[in-house]
């Protein structure tokens, strides 16, 4: 196993980087790979933070097969550079020694609303140029998916606290167990002083399956689930309907907490399951069972239904997918999880006059901005629930334009 200077040396340094490119937030790798093997730490820190404040974060939960180490040029004939586990050093040292600088303020305030992985990247980038902020939460911490939709196990949550301690000493104000659009709106927000307000209340409503037997007692919401496994009783045998990154993590969850033997339900096959490669790896490591090209048809107190799916490819190439009724069968279980993934909460569509798309989320231009003057977006609520490192990207690109307005009020 090589150590991180013989990984930072082993870079190429190329002009044109592909690890770089291949990153939403565009990490400049081989410059903090410079810094670093100087000895330089806290610049290397700095650049990182700078870049995407929540390095320290996407760098232990980025698929990094499919951005910077599935881009390394090494990675075509040998073993590609693994810029991440110095990245995470790097941006865990910097979060630990963080000194706030001095910063002037502008005069301009934002609202922030959401204290997600979007919210505390813009939180984080406007305190430092000064505006005033205002994190409004729903619940009672930061973190959103961080601290309540990802486990202890693949997150350590004592990071969040560091990202705690940093928005204070940014003076960044925080309003927790607030929910924008129900007992306070964006034009009271504006009423009171706000110049723009940005919204990230990212993905929290799960989505049914529409299967007889989902409101019995022992069927859950994977996200609800993942947000206090402490609080269930699943009993010996768990089945999830679904086979993305989420229902890996409540598959492992329940392993761990519950001791449970889990089996996970997809209904296409292996070469098409949603998850990351590495999180299926992870998952099959832990003991989950996996059966494929198989459909839930109901779901009964002591089993779910099931039946094949056969795929067939037509002449013109497309995939044509037939559920077998011919082959039905039942999975024993004691509770079922649905992970089909997530939508907005209701409240998204009453935060203003903001117009939302046909499936609730917030429709905004590319850089962010909603039919609403003055109120940006960005996060899940916009794109529906993606990677945290796409949610800083588009943070990030909306930060500009709320500067450029608020610059020009």
């Known amino acids: 196993m090589s150590t991180m200077k013989a990984e930072a040396e082993r870079c190429l340094k190329c002009k044109v980087p592909g690890c770089a490119k291949g990153c939403p937030a565009s990490t400049p790798i081989p410059q903090v790979f410079n810094l670093f093997l100087e000895g330089k730490l806290k610049e290397a820190g700095e650049m990182l933070f700078n870049n995407n404040p929540l390095s320290a974060v996407t760098s232990i939960i980025c698929p990094h097969e499919r951005n910077c180490k599935g881009h390394c040029i090494l990675g075509k004939k040998g073993q590609p550079v693994e810029f991440y586990k110095v990245e995470q050093y790097i941006s865990r040292f910097y979060l630990e020694t963080f000194q706030p600088p001095l910063v002037e303020k502008n005069g301009k305030t934002v609202g922030v609303v959401g204290a997600g992985p979007a919210g505390m990247t813009m939180s984080i980038i406007l305190a430092l140029k000064g505006y005033s902020i205002t994190l409004f939460e729903a619940m009672d911490s930061i973190g959103g998916t961080l601290r309540y939709g990802i486990p202890e196990f693949r997150l350590p949550k004592n990071i969040l606290e560091l990202y705690k301690k940093i928005l204070d000493s940014l003076d960044v104000k925080f309003r927790p167990n607030t929910r924008i659009g129900t007992n306070i709106t964006t034009e009271d927000m504006f009423l009171d002083g706000y110049d723009a307000i940005f919204i990230c209340t990212g993905t929290s409503r799960p989505n049914r399956y529409g299967l007889l037997g989902e409101t019995l007692g022992h069927v859950h919401f994977a996200i609800d689930y993942l947000r206090s496994p402490d609080a269930y009783k699943l009993g010996k045998k768990v089945v999830i309907l679904g086979a993305g990154n989420v229902a890996m993590d409540a598959a492992r969850t329940a392993i761990r907490k519950q001791h449970s033997e889990v089996t996970i339900l997809n209904n296409r096959s292996v070469e098409e399951i949603s998850a990351d490669k590495a999180e299926v790896e992870m998952a099959t490591i832990d003991g989950v069972k996996m059966l494929h090209d198989c459909q839930a048809v109901r779901i009964t107190e002591d089993s779910v239904k099931c039946v094949k799916i056969d795929k067939t490819i037509a002449e013109d190439g497309s995939v044509n997918y037939k559920e077998d009724f011919q082959s039905s069968f039942e999975v024993p279980t004691d509770s079922v999880i649905i992970a089909i993934g997530q939508g907005p909460g209701a ?29 940006f977006a960005a996060g899940d609520v916009v794109t529906g629930p993606k990677t945290v490192i796409e949610a800083v990207a588009f943070a990030k690109k909306a930060s500009e334009k709320i500067e450029e307005y608020c610059n020009n009020l």
């Open 347 to 375: 409240d998204v569509v009453s935060v203003g006059s903001a117009k939302v798309t046909q499936r609730g989320l917030l429709q905004v231009d590319e850089f962010g901005r909603t039919s609403q003057k003055g109120v």
